[in-house]
Antibody, heavy 117, light 107 residues
Framework: EVQLVESGGGLVQPGRSLKLSCAAS????????MAWVRQAPKKGLEWVAT????????YYPDSVKGRFTISRDNAKSSLYLQMNSLKSEDTATYYC??????????WGQGVMVTVSS | DIQMTQSPSSLSASLGDRVTITCRAS??????LTWFQQKPGKSPRRMIY???NLEDGVPSRFSGSRSGSDYSLTISSLESEDVADYHC?????????FGAGTKLELK
């Protein structure tokens, strides 16, 4: 059974940093692109980042480019999202998702990030 | 960037009604269109991919279609368990973009 479990969320002040983690199991992690998708309170979904199987290629929307960094450790079947220079508009539930050719077939339960002073 | 215009933003329907939600793409996305269902407090679930293909386990009352740049998700006969938010996604190019979502409620 595919499982994706996020951790690392919480309350953080504007301008500070936070790192999210996603532990994957139930599939060969190194064979799949992976992604982060977020959802602000009472809002729609927003794709945040994608990483290739080896980690050599990463993709971001303009809204987070230069502030967020996606990475992975295939030996640990883990995905990460380093978030720097956080803004209030980054407040959201962050989901880890598997990203095959047709995204996103499996999702984690989500982790809440609140950016507030 | 490709814009996905989803309508309606909310919809109230009765049990047994036929319901249609539409996404219009601002550029050609071929059939790179996916529909997700998200029940309250839950993670999204992929329902339809490639514009028209149902995921395994999705009830046959759900269907997807395309007419030009308009993509539709239709529920042929609404059931109570279908109450949820629905989201479309284009994945032909980065940045992948979602529609704004449709909130489906029971009348």
């Amino acid at each position: 059974e595919v499982q994706l479990v996020e951790s690392g969320g919480g309350l953080v002040q504007p301008g500070r940093s936070l790192k999210l983690s996603c532990a994957a199991s139930g599939f060969t992690f190194s064979n799949y692109y992976m992604a982060w998708v977020r959802q602000a309170p009472k809002k729609g979904l927003e794709w945040v980042a994608t990483i290739s199987t080896s980690g050599s290629r990463t993709y971001y929307p303009d809204s987070v480019k230069g502030r967020f960094t996606i990475s992975r450790d295939n030996a640990k079947s883990s995905l990460y999202l380093q978030m720097n220079s956080l803004k209030s508009e980054d407040t959201a539930t962050y989901y880890c998702a598997r990203h095959p050719r047709v995204p996103f077939d499996y999702w984690g339960q989500g982790v809440m990030v609140t950016v507030s002073s | 960037d490709i814009q996905m215009t989803q309508s309606p933003s909310s919809l109230s329907a009765s049990l047994g009604d036929r319901v249609t939600i539409t996404c219009r793409a601002s550029q050609d996305i071929g059939n790179y269109l996916t529909w997700f269902q998200q029940k309250p407090g839950k993670s999204p679930r992929r329902m339809i991919y490639g514009a028209t293909n149902l995921e395994d386990g999705v009830p046959s009352r759900f269907s997807g279609s395309r007419s030009g740049s308009d993509y539709s998700l239709t529920i042929s006969s609404l059931e109570s368990e279908d109450v949820a938010d629905y989201h479309c996604l284009q994945s032909i190019q980065y940045p992948h973009t979602f529609g704004a979502g449709t909130k489906l409620e029971l009348k």
